[in-house]
C-alpha cells in the first residue's frame, strides 16, 4: 500500500499559488502538492498529469513543501568552473611572468608552467590543466601559430 501524501499545512498555499502562478514549474509545484492530497492522485498518477517523471513529481512538491509553501526556483543555472584551481584573476597574474618571458624570448617553456604550477597548489597538477590553463588565456603553441600564419593568405 502506497503512502499518504503530506503537506496539507501548505495545501492552501498551494491553491494560492495554482491562481497566482506565472511560470510553468510554478503551475506544476501547485499541481503536484494539490492532486494528491485533494483527489488522492498517486505519485504514478501524477507524474502522468504533469508529464514528468516519478521521481521529477516527487521533486517538484519536495521543494515547495521545503520552501515552506512559496515557489522554489529548480532551474537555477548552474555555470561557472565549480572545480578551479585559482579565479580568473588569480591565473592571470600567475601566468603573467611566464607569458611576458615567452613574448620576449619567443618561447613558453610549459614544463616550468607546470613545475610553478604545482608548487602554487602544493599538488601534481596533470599537464592537459596546464595547458587548458593557457588556452582559457589565449596562449598558442608555437606550431599552432605557424599553421595558422601559413594558412592565412598575405
Known amino acids: 500500500m502506497a503512502r499518504s501524501a503530506g503537506g496539507l499545512e501548505f495545501l492552501a498555499a498551494a491553491k494560492e499559488m495554482l491562481v ?7 503551475l506544476r509545484q501547485a499541481q503536484a ?8 492522485f498517486s505519485i504514478e498518477q501524477l507524474a502522468a498529469v504533469l508529464g514528468v517523471s516519478r521521481g521529477w513529481a516527487c521533486q517538484l512538491r519536495q521543494r515547495f513543501i521545503r520552501n515552506a509553501g512559496k515557489p ?8 561557472g568552473r565549480r572545480r578551479e ?8 597574474a600567475f601566468l603573467a611572468p611566464f607569458l611576458d618571458k615567452a613574448e620576449k ?15 602554487k597548489l602544493g599538488r601534481e597538477v596533470a599537464l592537459t590543466s ?19 600564419h601559413q594558412a592565412s593568405p598575405g
Not at 497566482?20 to 510554478?26: D, Q, R, V
Not at 502538492?33 to 488522492?40: A, M
Open 20 to 26: 497566482n502562478a506565472k511560470t510553468i514549474e510554478e
Open 130 to 148: 596546464v595547458y587548458n590553463l593557457l588556452h582559457r588565456h589565449n596562449w598558442q603553441s608555437p606550431v599552432q601559430e605557424k599553421k595558422r
Open 105 to 119: 624570448s619567443g618561447i613558453l617553456v610549459v614544463g616550468e608552467v607546470k613545475q610553478a604550477l604545482d608548487s
Open 72 to 79: 522554489a526556483v529548480s532551474f537555477v543555472k548552474r555555470g
Open 33 to 40: 502538492v494539490i492532486l494528491p492530497l485533494e483527489y488522492g
Open 85 to 92: 584551481n585559482m579565479s580568473t584573476v588569480e591565473e592571470k
